[in-house]
């Protein structure tokens, strides 16, 4: 039986996949929501962050002439890397080209706590 969606803290079902103002999908545990009142969580505040898939890009890595890929992270930045980068869970420390690049709009100001942003739109 999988346990994908359920949630790890409570054991409720998560919720639909909903997708934040960043582009990032998320799912919720449903035994939790947003009160826009108080504008806190009620319940349980888990909230499940689904991969991003890379997408390789037409255009090659100035260091070592790999393919790039475009990344986007957790807090929706976007990035260009090199898709022979990778990450040693192990060791704790990235293999591979360091070749990274930035795209533009980065703004530290909008990656603090994205996790405990409110959902785009009302449950119920
Ligand atoms: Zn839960
Ligand atoms: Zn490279």
């Known amino acids: 039986m999988s346990t994908d969606n359920l949630c790890p803290k409570c054991g409720a079902p998560l919720s639909p996949v909903t997708t934040t103002s ?13 009160d826009p009142q108080s504008r806190k969580n009620i319940g349980c505040d888990y909230v499940k962050w689904l991969e991003v898939k890379p997408v390789t890009l037409d255009e090659k890595c100035p260091k070592c002439g790999a393919p790039l890929v475009l ?33 533009n709009n980065y703004s530290p100001k909008q990656d603090t706590g994205e ?7 009302d449950q119920g």
Not at 22 to 34: L, M, N, P, Y
Not at 83 to 94: E, H
């Open 22 to 34: 960043t582009g990032r999908e998320i799912q919720r545990c449903s035994a939790g929501s947003w």
């Open 115 to 121: 996790e405990f942003l409110p959902p785009e739109e």
């Open 71 to 103: 990344q986007v992270t957790r807090f929706g930045k976007k990035m260009k890397k090199c898709s022979t980068s990778s990450w040693d869970k192990v060791k704790k420390q990235a293999t591979g080209c360091d070749y990274v690049e930035w795209i």
